[in-house]
Structure formats: structure tokens, C-alpha cells
């Protein structure tokens, strides 16, 4: 390879690699607000049924206000402060999705957002690409190490302890979002 070849293919991975960020960034953009719509939409229809059955059975993720940062603010929060990537914050969607699938309780503005903590750090933990503790992530989350220990095993038993999500899911997903 001559050294304009080699020149050529040096600036070529340099573009390619400011594209994929660039790319990247506005698709995470875009999957949180996908995310948060279809979480959102999935809160207010077990609202209304949850209002209807007026059903006051309280789970550990349930808080007692409903916190004033959006879904969107805390997805990105704890986004921008733990570096998960896409694949992370998806699987932790499709975990949420097989909860409120297998009724283990009913998904509200009152606990989506430790549901949501949980299942990104479990995720982040299942996809390897964890490189926190629990007391940091404790820290992002703002629940105590041992809540956070404690609802890591509640949502396990939730969802069966099945952290693995087979591919075919797992497109199912990215084709919807």
C-alpha cells in the first residue's frame, strides 16, 4: 500500500468514526424519547385500569410522590453519568415490558422510575459494560446501596432471572422502536 493509500484510509476511519458519533448521539436522542413514549403510553392505560380496580398494592419500587423529574430528564441522567449504550438502555425496556407482561404488579408514575434505574443497571451488568459499583450507582439512582441490592433481587425474581435476551427479541424490539 503506497502512502497515499495509507493517508486516504486514515482520513476515511477519522470520518467514519465523527459520523458514528455524531450518529450516535442523535439516535440516543431520539431512542430515549421512542423509549419514554412507549413506556408513557403503557403507564397510562395500567393507570386507568389500576385507578379502576382501585387497587392500593404497594411494591418496594413504589414511591410516595410522583418525582418531579421526567422520565426523559432521569433516562438521561443516568445515561450521561453511567456511559451505558444503546443495546443497555434497550434491554432494560424489554425487561420492563416482560414485568408489566407477566403482571407482576402495575407499572405507574409511582415506580417507573427506580423499575427503570434497576433495569438499566441490571442490564449495564448483564451486557458487561458495567464498570460501577453499586455504591455509585446507589449514588446516581439516589437509593441507598442496600435498596439498590434489594430491588436487584425483586426485579430478578420479576422477570424469572432471565437477564438473557434472545436476538430475535431483542430486533422484534429495535424494529418497533
Known amino acids: 500500500m ?3 493509500d495509507e493517508s486516504t484510509n486514515s482520513d476515511s476511519s477519522t470520518s467514519i ?3 458514528n458519533q455524531f450518529s450516535f448521539d442523535f439516535i440516543s436522542e431520539k431512542l430515549i424519547q421512542k423509549i419514554c413514549l412507549l413506556i408513557e ?3 397510562n392505560l395500567n393507570q386507568r ?4 380496580q382501585n387497587n392500593s398494592r404497594r411494591t418496594s419500587f413504589d414511591i410516595k410522590r410522583i418525582p418531579f423529574i421526567s422520565l426523559h430528564s432521569y433516562i438521561y441522567r443516568i445515561i450521561k453519568l453511567t456511559h ?3 443495546h443497555t438502555l434497550i434491554r432494560a425496556l424489554i425487561y420492563i415490558d416482560i414485568i408489566n407482561r ?3 404488579f402495575v407499572i405507574t ?3 417507573i422510575h427506580k423499575l427503570i434505574f434497576v433495569a438499566i443497571v441490571l442490564s449495564a451488568k448483564y451486557n ?3 464498570c460501577l459499583t453499586n455504591k455509585l450507582y446507589s449514588k446516581i439512582g439516589g437509593i441507598s446501596v442496600k435498596e439498590l441490592e434489594n430491588l436487584e433481587i425483586k426485579f430478578c425474581k420479576y422477570i424469572n432471572y432471565r437477564l438473557y435476551i434472545r436476538q430475535e427479541l431483542f430486533d422484534k424490539y429495535i424494529k418497533y422502536i
Do not use: T
Open 128 to 130: 458487561g459494560n458495567c
Open 84 to 86: 451505558i449504550d444503546a
Open 109 to 111: 408514575y409511582y415506580n
Open 102 to 104: 407477566n403482571n407482576k
Open 2 to 4: 503506497s502512502e497515499s
Open 17 to 19: 468514526s465523527i459520523i
Open 49 to 52: 385500569n389500576y385507578l379502576k
Open 41 to 43: 403510553a403503557l403507564i
